[in-house]
């Protein structure tokens, strides 16, 4: 199997854990070696899910670089180098590339809303830096700009190593609508957990979903149920994950995913840097309901 034909299947965005205010760097590893075993498909690294805005440019860099490191070959490393900056975005993607990330993932930037003129621009300037294969990360809920697929095409059309989008968006039109336009060999991973199985029967290549901190092999397995042709055991791992696929967004993400980990022993604490902040104990308490339903813990277990 090719590089690239290797970038598909459950590819989760892992989060950063953070202990008295700094980057964890020895935990992170752990989540790393976690996802390895559990049989991802791949990891994301600095995804919405790791908190990059409240990162430094070297503590993102540094997390690609042990990513790398820890993964040593055994599946892709997909790095995240976006930012609302061109420079800091520059800066991020360099450095992946040159660390070797087998992908990166480039989010239109946030907050300034550009025209798709600009957008273009953008992406073709970040692509020229770099011979690595990128796709653009569509989460207009959080960045406020959508890509057109006019926009999409002329991408295409004038970048030979964009292979693709993380679409976070309940939007299966669209998917269809780039499948028609772009071709079956565009890449597009699904962002958003309710839409994991529908949009894999469409075409989707894969899954970047916060869940998968939490249940990598049952992710990993409903990728391969669906290239199996497999439908009903698709469905049957997609309802299953209905009620945790849920709590992600019972708070802002990841702060759900944390407290989660944490009480799953995955990770030492469920620390964040503001404004982000830990769940609140009423919170907590559902969350733990969460945790009994999918068996995952003990009732009243307090570990």
């Known amino acids: 199997m090719s ?24 935990a992170f590893a752990n989540l790393v070696e976690f996802q390895v075993a559990e049989g991802s498909h791949g990891v994301l690294v600095n995804g919405t899910t790791a908190e990059p805005s409240t990162l430094t440019t070297a503590e993102r860099n540094r997390l690609v670089d042990i990513a790398i490191e820890t993964v040593n070959g055994r599946v892709p490393v997909v790095a995240a180098t976006g930012s609302q900056s061109l420079a800091e975005t520059e800066v991020l993607t360099q450095h992946a590339a040159r660390a070797g990330a087998n992908a990166l993932l480039v989010v239109t930037p946030y907050y300034i809303r550009p025209p798709q003129r600009g957008l273009v621009e953008y992406y073709l300037r970040v692509a020229s830096l770099h011979d690595t294969p990128w796709m ?7 960045t406020a700009v959508n890509v057109a697929l006019d926009s999409m095409k002329q991408l295409r059309d004038e970048s030979s190593t964009f292979i693709g989008m993380k679409h976070a968006v309940n939007d299966l039109g669209f998917v269809t609508e780039c499948f028609e336009a772009l071709g079956n060999d565009f890449k597009v991973f699904v962002g958003l957990e309710e839409l994991s199985f ?18 990598p092999a049952v992710l990993a397995e409903m990728c391969d149920a669906v290239w199996e042709s497999d439908l009903a055991r698709g469905r049957e791992l997609h309802q299953r994950l209905l009620e945790i696929n849920q709590s992600v967004f019972f708070d802002t993400n990841p702060i759900p995913m944390k ?10 604490t469920n620390e964040h840097r503001l404004p982000m902040v830990p769940a609140t104990p009423e919170l907590e308490k559902r969350l733990d309901g969460v945790l009994e339903r999918a068996g995952l813990v003990d009732a009243g277990s307090t570990v």
């Open 259 to 268: 407290y989660m980990m944490k009480k799953l022993g995955l990770m030492p």
């Open 136 to 142: 653009i990360y569509h989460i207009p809920g959080r």
């Open 3 to 26: 590089d690239l034909e290797r970038i598909r299947g459950s590819i989760p965005p892992l989060i950063t854990p953070i202990r008295d205010g700094v980057v964890d760097y020895d």
């Open 198 to 215: 529908p949009m894999m029967t469409i075409g989707a290549c894969g899954l970047m979903n916060a869940v998968g901190n939490l249940r």
